[in-house]
């Protein structure tokens, strides 16, 4: 069935970018040579993976400084231990949003202790549950308002592509990045640090990533996840327009059958929509769309299948209930009207 499907939720099921499938072949022709070592071939990868280092730095402001990792999720870790280590005489009191991406909590979860000041404040630049950009201004001013100095981490898992992430760098020490919600590869992300911040290392090991991460570095996929990011960021504005139209026509329609559209009242990133449709939990609805041809997912993501409601839309005050039946749609830049009409009749019937 995988020909005749559509995903019709990017964030959880993305068709792979052309960049990305260019670069990833590209790296598996001839010899592979790690990104150390001094043959000149060694070298060329050497530079190839600073210069989309660069190009990542670029794109979030060129204020701080990245470095690669497996996903988004080590991202997270590395970013909460990490600070934590150098900020140990202080304190290890966290603060953490209740709606930030589940991998961050848990960190917090792990790490976090009660002792001393709070030293981190975390939450998510965007919440990829229902789409709703956080009021970055307002955050940072209550955080350094109501504590002294505390490091600040921003989570911009599906940001890039659909809001500014050099705006994002505006107010955050540390950044966590993902690559596959824009269709960039899994197996790579990225930890955005400013210039100035002390982080000790999350893996240790033989120098890669300058001292900062052991592990040999996929130069293949750094390639792919960096000029995936470029581009959709450069189409940022000509995609939006694009969704804002399309998820205005979803949403209408799903209002109109005795639906409902969560933080709909609220600003929120485009084309993200999360809809509750009265009936079936969840998984019965995604049942129904997967027979017509559509893949989406449920609000609660990561944490579906272990049969929880969103811990997001439980934060909002939603009952379990009504948060077990939540839909996210998150489009596609090549969703059509005739895509969208068939998701729309397939949804309500």
Not at 56 to 67: D, M, S, V
Not at 196 to 216: A, C, H, M, N, Y
Not at 272 to 286: Q, R
Request: proline letters at 3%; one cysteine or more; charged letters at 25%.
């Amino acid at each position: 069935m995988d020909g005749d499907s559509a995903s019709v939720d990017m964030i959880s099921a993305s068709t792979l970018h052309p960049l990305a499938k260019e670069e990833i072949i590209a790296s598996l022709e001839g010899n592979q040579h790690r990104a150390s070592g001094f043959s000149e071939p060694s070298f060329l990868i050497s530079q190839q993976l600073e210069n989309r280092r660069k190009d990542l730095e670029n794109l979030l402001g060129n204020n701080g400084t990245i470095w690669f990792t497996s996903s988004a999720d080590e991202s997270a870790t590395w970013a909460i231990r990490g600070l934590l280590s150098t900020n140990s005489k202080n304190g290890n009191k966290i603060e953490v949003k209740e709606d930030a991406h589940i991998s961050l909590i848990n960190a917090v979860k792990r790490y976090g202790g009660d002792s001393g000041k709070t030293v981190i404040a975390a939450a998510s630049a965007l919440d990829i549950e229902t789409g709703r950009i956080l009021d970055l201004e307002s955050w940072n001013n209550d955080v350094i308002t109501r504590y002294e100095s505390p490091r600040k981490v921003l989570d911009a898992r599906g940001a890039i592509g659909r809001i500014s992430v050099t705006e994002i760098s505006h107010f955050a020490d540390v950044i966590i990045l993902d690559s596959e919600s824009f269709g960039g590869p899994m197996g790579i992300g990225a930890l955005w640090v400013r210039h100035g911040v002390r982080i000790q290392p999350l893996i240790e090991g033989s120098g890669q990533e300058k001292g900062r991460r052991g592990g040999t570095v996929p130069v293949g996929l750094v390639n792919a996840f960096v000029k995936v990011a470029i581009q959709v960021d450069e189409n940022r504005i000509r995609n939006t327009k694009l969704w804002n139209k399309l998820h205005d026509k979803l949403e209408s329609k799903i209002l109109q059958h005795g639906g409902e559209i969560f933080a709909a009242d609220q600003e929120r990133a485009p084309g993200i929509t999360c809809l509750s449709l009265p009936g079936s939990p969840a998984e019965i609805f995604l049942q129904h769309l997967e027979e017509r041809g559509f893949i989406a997912a449920p609000s609660s993501g990561c944490t579906a299948t272990a049969g929880k409601p969103s811990h997001v839309l439980t934060s909002m005050g939603i009952d379990k209930e009504t948060a077990l039946r939540a839909i996210r749609i998150s489009l596609q830049p090549d969703t059509t009207e005739e895509t969208l009409g068939n998701l729309i009749d397939a949804l309500l019937n």
